[in-house]
């Protein structure tokens, strides 16, 4: 009878063990900030491997249920969630997670301070970041198109550090007509008093356990079209504690994201405030599902390191062929691999986070409001197929182990997934990326903030890959003009494309610029490695779909049965 058992994987301090991280803070806060907020960093970083992780695991293994209907037949609808999930709750209010980005205490540094509480939080939160993105994004909205009674009356419960005091929000858009193309919603609102009664259903909802919630309706006789639509306001529970006018069909069972009660429900006079003045909901409404993008990225690229953390700690415990996968080569190359992608990944979700917080007060130029515009559906949609990419390939790292449920590894790949889909899969953001170029004009600061990188680097181990950097974006700057040229479809069949291609070039700009700070003030080169790998991949990977190539792709894609010549 064996008796040798594998060793599992163990990880440390979460802030201390992130080289990444404490690099990036060093090198973009001001000293005076960084000595302030390191220690409650350093704290978060150890919450992260004690009660945090310990509370996702509860909520995690104790999956939310809904209860329709009390003892006595009356129709409660009740979605009962675990302690772990209440626990993530109290510690999200103290640790500041929303309030972080609000009180400004430290101007627009206070996003970079509050993303970097998200990095340490979201992995082994359970993906509690879910709600509390929507509850960042719905104080955003109120900061903007808010009322008196509305800043007064709920914005200070959304952005509380107090647990007793704290309020979620949700982001009510999907019907069954569609997820990202909302111009089809069927919710109507038609009015009493001064206020509305809201009915339709909202197919997808992933805060029904929230206080509040902001909806998209459209006030009866309004046009049809997404501009057609209103934006409201909505408190789920009245003062006797029961849901108004909201009845939970069901909750949806899922790939990933399971201790997030997501619910099918219908609205059926459910009270409600309109938010601004009737009709552009959508775009009112794109103020918040601009932040949640934001956190969604933030949880693609943290849940990439915490796997990679875990399979790099595993590489050292785990023998196979007489040495440790530490030893193996190939292993080691498929590490390196990982950790430049997810420091790639890294430095994109970070610079947009800078560009949000010079935003919100008011101190970025035109131009960094144009690339705000246009790097957030590219950072979404790159780091969130990325993420699963990573993901799988973690599972791979820890080989039929890394596929056991009570291995915990699983989860990261089910719920990387997620972060594909939520806030517009990669297709829909490829298109919105076109949209802010044409409709922001954003494309020429975005690609002067790229030369501008590459035009500082002076370090000769360098050279060759900022001339790589350079030369993907002369090529992106020449491809876009003729795909306009050419029409909508060649634009829109290479999109993705594009998209990636202006990921990867910009990011690598951002590597180039950290590489050499790296080399001059902590002699690090382990950063000049990263840029060097980043920048030999193909940076501008780009499809020139001409009607040739989108016939072939159609006999490819719809089992056509003859392929043009």
Not at 57 to 64: F, G, H, I, S, V
């Amino acid at each position: 009878m064996g008796t040798f058992f594998q060793q599992g994987p163990s990880i440390g301090n979460q802030y201390d063990e992130d080289r990444v991280l404490r690099s990036y803070l060093a090198r973009r806060l001001p000293a005076d900030v960084l000595a302030e907020i390191e220690p409650g960093l350093r704290r978060l970083g150890e919450r992260a491997i004690t009660d945090i992780l310990e509370f996702g695991d509860d909520a995690e293994t104790n999956q939310p249920r809904h209860v329709p209907y009390d003892p006595w037949g009356v129709r409660v609808d009740d979605v009962v969630v675990s302690r772990g999930w209440k626990e993530l709750d109290r510690v999200a209010a103290e640790e500041a997670i929303v309030a972080t980005g609000y009180e400004r205490r430290h101007g627009a540094w206070s996003r970079v301070h509050q993303f970097a509480r998200i990095h340490l939080f979201n992995p082994s939160s359970a993906i509690y970041t879910c709600p509390l993105a929507m509850t960042d994004g719905a104080a955003r909205l109120i900061e903007v198109y808010g009322d008196e009674a509305l800043r007064r009356d709920v914005y200070p419960h959304l952005v509380s550090r107090d647990p007793a005091t704290f309020w979620t929000s949700g982001q009510w858009m999907t019907e069954r007509t569609g997820g990202s193309d909302v111009s089809q919603s069927e919710t109507v609102a038609r009015p009493e008093g001064e206020a509305y009664r809201l009915w339709g259903t909202k197919f997808f909802t992933s805060a029904v356990t929230a206080q509040v919630a902001m909806t998209l309706a459209r006030i009866e006789g309004a046009p049809a079209g997404s501009r057609g639509l209103s934006l409201f306001f909505i408190r789920l529970r009245g003062e006797d504690g029961k849901l108004q006018g909201i009845q939970v069909n069901r909750l949806k069972e899922k790939l990933g994201t399971c201790a997030l009660p997501t619910a099918e429900l219908d609205l059926v006079g459910t009270p409600a405030c309109l938010v601004g003045d009737p009709g552009n909901g959508v775009k009112k409404i794109s103020t918040l599902f601009n932040i949640t993008r934001m956190y969604n990225a933030s949880c693609a690229v943290s849940s990439m390191r915490r796997g990679i953390a875990l399979a790099r700690d595993y590489s050292h415990r785990r023998v196979a062929f007489r040495k440790s996968l530490s030893e193996l080569p190939l292993h080691v190359e498929t590490l390196a691999a990982l950790e430049t992608e997810y420091e790639g990944a890294f430095d994109l979700v970070f610079r947009l986070v800078e560009l949000l917080g010079k935003d919100d007060t008011r101190t970025a130029t035109r131009d960094e409001t144009a690339v705000l515009r246009l790097l957030t559906p590219i950072a979404k949609l790159y780091t969130g197929k990325m993420g699963v990419a990573v993901a799988s390939e973690v599972v791979e790292c820890f080989g039929g182990a890394g596929y056991m449920e009570d291995s915990g590894i699983p989860r990261i790949l089910r719920d990387s997934q997620t972060l594909a889909i939520w806030e517009g899969t990669t297709n829909v953001l490829s298109l919105d990326t076109l949209r802010a170029i044409e409709k922001d004009q954003a494309f020429p600061p975005f690609l002067a903030e790229i030369r501008a990188r590459v035009a500082a680097v002076k370090r000769p181990e360098l050279a060759e890959s900022a001339a790589r950097v350079r030369e993907a974006a002369a090529r992106l700057e020449a491809y876009l003009p003729r795909a306009v040229a050419e029409g909508l479809d060649f634009v829109e069949a290479g999109a993705r494309a594009f998209a990636y291609s202006l990921a990867r070039t910009y990011a690598g700009s951002l590597l180039l610029e950290n590489a050499g700070w790296s080399l001059e003030h902590e002699a690090d080169r382990r950063p000049l490695v990263v840029a060097r790998r980043w920048c030999a991949q193909e940076l501008a990977p780009l499809v020139h779909a001409d009607a040739s190539h989108r016939a072939e792709s159609r006999a490819l894609a719809l089992d056509e049965t003859e392929a043009p010549r």
